[in-house]
């Protein structure tokens, strides 16, 4: 079983950054950020392999400005983003894959056994 919270949303500025965190208990094979945006899908934005040196995956909005990390000792895995733009208002989503299936399509929904509840990231132009 493994537990996801959430945290570090808010309220920027177009052009500022956030760091969102995703507290973990218990283990995984993949982690990675999801966001819905009102009226909208939910969506990839960014994996984390635990195995191959944490390799990472981002969607194209993301790759370059966002970061994905994880800090073993502090079991948490983060989102940096900078260079925020009104798109990516969003509730942020963290969710976790137990099985190697989430490696290898880390980018399908199903591939995640757990999720966190959310965090609300609002960009303002």
């Known amino acids: 079983q493994v537990q996801l919270i959430e945290s570090g949303g808010g309220v920027v500025q177009a052009g500022g950054s956030l760091r969102l965190s995703c507290k973990y208990s218990?283990?995984?094979?993949?982690a990675s950020w999801w966001r819905q945006a009102p009226g909208k899908e939910r969506t990839f934005v960014a994996a984390?392999?635990?195995?191959?040196?944490?390799?990472?995956y981002y969607s194209a909005a993301a790759k370059g400005r966002f970061t994905i990390s994880r800090d073993s000792a502090e079991n948490t895995v983060y989102l940096q983003m900078n260079s925020l733009v009104p798109d990516d208002t969003a509730v942020y989503y963290c969710?976790?894959?137990?099985?190697?299936?989430?490696?290898?399509?880390?980018?399908?929904?199903?591939?995640?056994?757990?999720w966190g509840q959310g965090t609300q990231v609002t960009v303002s132009s």
């Open positions: 969710a976790a894959g137990g099985t190697s299936d989430s490696g290898a399509y880390y980018y399908r929904e199903d591939s995640y056994d757990y």
């Open positions: 218990g283990s995984w094979y993949t």
């Open positions: 984390f392999k635990r195995s191959a040196g944490g390799r990472t």
